[in-house]
């Protein structure tokens, strides 16, 4: 299974494909439109798995009714050439008809990890997410599945939600791929024009500035807040939506740091929403 | 893998024996105290799969809390040595402990046809079921799942979380096994007194009764539903909880039958609650 590639794109088609993989099986889920972020999760799937599976599908359920779905960015011809040349054995490009057909009915959620972050902000975002992995996971049934740290929540409700639901499949988190200035790779920064573009920077730039106050032993999580904020505010195009300390395994929020912390934050520039974290400790 | 049958009560262990099957796999999922409508189910299995896999486990998150969960009938001795007899590959007897661990927050739910029927009677219910189905589906990883139709609403929010999750497993429904005197078998007939025993039969009595006036042209599902009270309200023992006359794909009560129906009641005998069914058309 090395010299070409496969695009399955009805559940048979994976199925199909998916029999004649014979040995640890990586998945990396993806809403395509691929950067170098995406490419290192298949890098590192590729070192870990003898196959590796890379599913491309805009997630509608994981979008709120005011939310990008429409203008989410695709490129699938560039998406497939890219994973052709990281070597990749199946990958999978189903519809929305095919996902959710006519009928469909059933969720999964994870009930207390969804609750603030992200999922204060985007009201059923999680589920999406979460039903859309455990759909993927049922159907490509992996041995190892990866995911960015850059989506630090998702991470964390994955991990729970595998747990939970008896997989027998481990979740593996890489890190944030940034561009030069500091910006993390994201598929939505191709919204930005060049002038928010050159603000973007300023989310790394706040979480940086915490993190030197936090290496230089501030522990108190409210002045770390402030930092972030008093960092953004001085970029005039930045509109922060919540930063948050907290807890990195449960994400409750932090009176004081004593563990391992999250930091994270979500700042629209212009109509752009864009989130970022760095781990404290 | 056909001489010893392996007991596995952890994840891994499950997930270590399930390794070394070698062919199609077939779950049988029980909640033990094993009669012959399960015996049925695993030949059904064996007939149809290399392997079989039977999992024993009183799942506590599909009882009420005024149902009978902490005197539901248990006989695991008697348990290993039924399946070890039929020829079952694996047995999975996991602890409450090891399903839903300290923390455990994760839920599947089929919206639409848990609403009806059992779904009315037992608020949160199928959200027990469709979540452990789902655990022991991904645990397992079975090619074929095997269910009674007594459940048969059961059944059918399987079949229909099954294809939503996009799960590669065909759910196998099997007919109902009866007494001698046509009570449908049930590990909870074990709670009839004798004379409640002897009262029992009057659930099928009556679903028979109204299917052969259905096979005489009665397609007023009302009429047959009435067929149903009045033979039931000759057993003083018998106390009616429902009865429904519902379309078998979707669930939904009939005016009149024009496709295949599900005849379905629920009965209380003293305090023990029986459920039966029959299929018109």
Same mark, same amino acid.
């Given at each position: 299974?090395?010299?070409?590639?496969?695009?399955?794109?009805?559940?048979?088609?994976?199925? @199909? &494909?998916?029999?004649? *993989?014979?040995?640890?099986?990586?998945?990396? $889920?993806?809403?395509?439109? *691929? @950067?170098?972020? @995406?490419?290192?999760?298949?890098? %590192?799937?590729?070192?870990?798995?003898?196959?590796?599976?890379?599913?491309?599908?805009?997630?509608?359920?994981?979008?709120?009714?005011?939310?990008?779905?429409?203008?989410? $960015?695709?490129?699938?011809?560039?998406?497939?050439?890219?994973?052709?040349?990281?070597?990749?054995?199946?990958? +999978?490009?189903?519809?929305?008809?095919?996902?959710?057909? $006519?009928?469909?009915?059933? +969720?999964?959620?994870?009930?207390?990890?969804?609750?603030? *972050?992200?999922?204060?902000?985007?009201?059923? @975002?999680?589920?999406?997410?979460?039903?859309? =992995?455990?759909?993927?996971?049922?159907?490509?049934?992996?041995?190892?599945?990866?995911?960015?740290?850059?989506?630090?929540? %998702?991470?964390?409700?994955?991990?729970?939600?595998?747990?939970?639901?008896? !997989? $027998?499949?481990?979740?593996?988190?890489?890190?944030?791929?940034?561009? &030069?200035?500091?910006?993390?790779?994201?598929?939505?920064?191709?919204? *930005?024009?060049?002038?928010?573009? %050159?603000?973007?920077?300023?989310?790394?730039?706040?979480?940086?500035? &915490?993190?030197?106050?936090?290496?230089?032993?501030?522990?108190?999580?409210?002045?770390?807040?402030?930092?972030?904020?008093? =960092?953004?505010?001085?970029?005039?195009?930045?509109?922060?939506? !919540?930063?948050?300390?907290?807890?990195?395994?449960?994400?409750?929020?932090?009176?004081?740091?004593?563990?391992?912390?999250?930091?994270?934050?979500? =700042?629209?520039?212009?109509?752009?929403?864009?989130?970022?974290?760095?781990?404290?400790?």
């Amino acid at each position: 299974m090395s010299e070409s590639m496969i695009i399955a794109s009805t559940l048979d088609e994976l199925y @199909h &494909a998916r029999q004649y *993989l014979d040995g640890p099986v990586g998945l990396v $889920p993806t809403m395509g439109y *691929l @950067h170098n972020g @995406h490419i290192s999760l298949v890098r %590192q799937a590729k070192m870990e798995c003898k196959n590796v599976i890379v599913s491309i599908f805009v997630n509608p359920t994981q979008f709120g009714p005011n939310e990008d779905l429409s203008n989410y $960015p695709r490129n699938m011809e560039q998406d497939l050439r890219l994973l052709e040349n990281a070597g990749v054995d199946i990958v +999978w490009t189903p519809t929305s008809e095919i996902m959710y057909p $006519p009928g469909y009915q059933t +969720w999964v959620e994870v009930e207390t990890l969804t609750k603030p *972050l992200e999922g204060s902000m985007r009201p059923g @975002h999680f589920r999406g997410v979460t039903t859309i =992995v455990s759909k993927l996971f049922n159907a490509a049934r992996p041995d190892k599945a990866y995911f960015g740290q850059k989506d630090a929540q %998702q991470a964390a409700v994955i991990r729970q939600m595998t747990r939970d639901l008896s !997989y $027998p499949i481990e979740i593996v988190v890489c890190p944030i791929l940034r561009e &030069a200035d500091g910006l993390a790779m994201s598929s939505r920064n191709t919204y *930005l024009s060049v002038e928010q573009r %050159q603000a973007a920077p300023v989310l790394f730039r706040a979480l940086s500035t &915490a993190k030197t106050a936090f290496d230089d032993r501030e522990r108190n999580a409210e002045k770390l807040r402030q930092v972030v904020k008093d =960092v953004l505010s001085a970029e005039p195009l930045a509109r922060l939506q !919540y930063v948050s300390c907290a807890d990195y395994d449960t994400l409750e929020e932090l009176d004081v740091i004593t563990g391992r912390a999250l930091l994270s934050l979500a =700042v629209f520039i212009g109509k752009t929403r864009l989130i970022d974290n760095i781990i404290l400790g």
